[in-house]
């Protein structure tokens, strides 16, 4: 059975400051997504990670995936607070196309 | 741009009745997805389909069903509703995976209590 972990599931930082969010699973797999969502709101794509040592970035946002390792990190840089919402991975395998998530990355960030 | 719009973004319905929620994508995906997600469990797959009138159990397929009868439109069914199926429920689409990098998208949410 796949299982996704992501951690820490609740993270508290300052304006500036950079953190390292880390998604762990349990098969091979070389499809890894993150996703966003805000409060009461669906989730946005924020990633799709195809290949072992594929990085992609957007804004304070870089996402990595080591498929030998089977982890994969979400790193901000400089955190505002837009940045403010849960962050999920998930990984194909929860029956053919499907995903399995992780439980989630809510994300505060102070001013 | 994708589009995957619900029925409803809130419903409430009570023990018992029989709960139809609908789901339309616009991109000519041929996968489509239910999921539920609950506070602390994250998002859990129900059931999926790959094609008109196929469908395959997900991780939790219990007191669910689905049909799907044109591409665009994949219904989640709750024969007989319960309290323990109160909760936000998800619909996605995507290509094949052969096709595409396989990515999926969300539409809205609804928001089922059972009272």
């Known amino acids: 059975e796949l299982k996704v972990e992501q951690n820490p599931l609740f993270l508290s930082m300052q304006e500036g400051k950079n953190y390292t969010i880390y998604c762990n699973y349990s098969?091979?797999?070389?499809?890894l997504y993150w996703y966003r969502q805000d409060p009461g709101k669906s989730l946005e794509s924020l990633f799709v990670?195809?290949?072992?040592?594929a990085v992609k970035q957007e804004g304070r946002l870089m996402a990595s995936l080591d498929t030998k390792a089977r982890l994969s990190t979400l790193h901000i840089t400089a955190a505002v607070h837009d940045l403010s919402a849960t962050y999920f991975c998930?990984?194909?395998?929860?029956?053919?196309?499907?995903?399995?998530f992780g439980k989630g990355t809510h994300l505060i960030i102070q001013p | 741009d994708v589009k995957v719009t619900q029925s409803s973004r809130y419903l409430v319905k009570r023990t018992g009745e029989k709960v139809f929620l609908e789901c339309v994508q616009d991109?000519?995906?041929?996968?489509m997805f239910w999921y539920r997600q609950d506070p602390g469990l994250g998002l859990r797959l129900i059931y999926f389909?790959?094609?008109?009138?196929?469908?395959e159990k997900g991780d939790i397929p219990e007191g669910y069903s689905v049909s799907r009868e044109k591409k665009e439109r994949f219904s989640l069914i709750l024969e007989s509703a319960s309290t323990n199926q109160t909760s936000m429920y998800l619909c996605?689409?995507?290509?094949?995976?052969?096709?595409?990098?396989?990515?999926?998208?969300f539409g809205p949410g609804t928001r089922l209590t059972v009272l």
């Open positions: 996605a689409s995507s290509r094949l995976t052969s096709r595409s990098s396989n990515e999926q998208f």
């Open positions: 098969t091979t797999s070389d499809r």
């Open positions: 990670l195809l290949s072992n040592g």
């Open positions: 998930a990984v194909i395998g929860g029956g053919a196309d499907g995903l399995t």
């Open positions: 991109m000519d995906h041929e996968n």
């Open positions: 389909s790959y094609d008109v009138k196929m469908k």
